[in-house]
């Protein structure tokens, strides 16, 4: 019995012996193969793959495409309708002296003149449009109810407003900011920079700069007959009514057409 014991026992030994070989030849055949495979292959492309599959099977997708369309649509069924140039603007550029400057994608228009020896810039954005306006419709709510004696006041949105006034004849720039409302223009502050590049420059350095230096009594803490001669000297270089009537509607406009 003993011996057929150790003949059993030598048997499975061998057995076992034979059994890792072929596991470690096959082992060593399949690691390099399978180690090329995993180094040919981008460590992202399984996660982008997943996440694009993902992306396109959504349970809305089909549903805001259908959306978007019908937005792309009536978007470009308005804008049919639109003149390049609408009347409001060409009948502004025919009596007033003022350039416009409004490059496509930018929030920003520029409306700049002369007046003598000065260089004025008026500067105004669609960019803070939608607050703005938001802001005004909430105090239009909260006067709802009164009477009203005379005529409909003129609602037109508020649009921020920034001029700088520089002179070919000396250094400085004289800065205001203001917002446009209702056909008039309401001055917040009133500046002067002696560097007149500080003063005008349209740059995050220069406007940080800006931010460091004292600028004075806000505007309505001033003397009235101070108040009201700035708005004379802001009205006679073309910061008037009129200005502060197309500003709005201008904004208003490059805003659709924007969105167009």
């Known amino acids: 019995m003993s011996a057929l014991r150790a003949l059993r026992q030598l048997t499975a030994s061998s057995s076992r012996v034979v059994a890792v070989r072929q596991l470690s030849t096959v082992s060593h055949r399949f690691v390099p ?19 694009a599959r993902r992306f396109g099977e959504g349970a809305v997708d089909i549903t805001l495409s259908q959306k978007l369309t019908e937005e792309l649509k009536y978007e470009e069924e308005t804008a049919a309708g639109f003149p390049e140039t609408p009347g409001f603007l060409s009948q502004f550029l025919k009596t007033n002296p003022w350039e416009i400057q ?59 407003a920034s001029l700088s006034i520089t002179k070919t004849t000396g250094p400085g720039c004289l800065n205001v900011d203001m917002i446009a409302q209702e056909g008039h223009f309401v001055v917040e502050n009133v500046a002067f920079y002696q560097d007149a590049k500080l003063g005008t420059e349209l740059t995050a350095e220069a406007d940080w700069k ?51």
Request: aromatic share 8%.
């Open 33 to 51: 193969s399978l180690a090329a495979r995993i180094v040919s292959i981008p460590t992202n492309a399984r996660a982008f793959s997943v996440s």
């Open 102 to 160: 409004d490059s496509l994608g930018n929030d920003e228009v520029v409306m700049t003149r002369t007046f003598g020896n000065e260089k004025i810039r008026l500067m105004f954005s669609i960019a803070d449009m939608d607050a703005m306006e938001e802001d005004f419709e909430s105090e239009e709510s909260e006067s709802e109810g009164q009477e009203n004696d005379g005529d409909d006041p003129l609602h037109t949105f508020p649009i921020r």
């Open 210 to 260: 800006r931010r460091g230096v004292y600028l004075g009594p806000q505007f309505e803490t001033l003397d009235v007959g101070v108040q009201e001669e700035i708005e004379k000297y802001l009205a006679e270089r073309g910061v008037n009514e009129t200005a502060a009537l197309f500003i709005p509607e201008y904004a208003e406009w490059k805003e659709q057409k924007v969105s167009m």
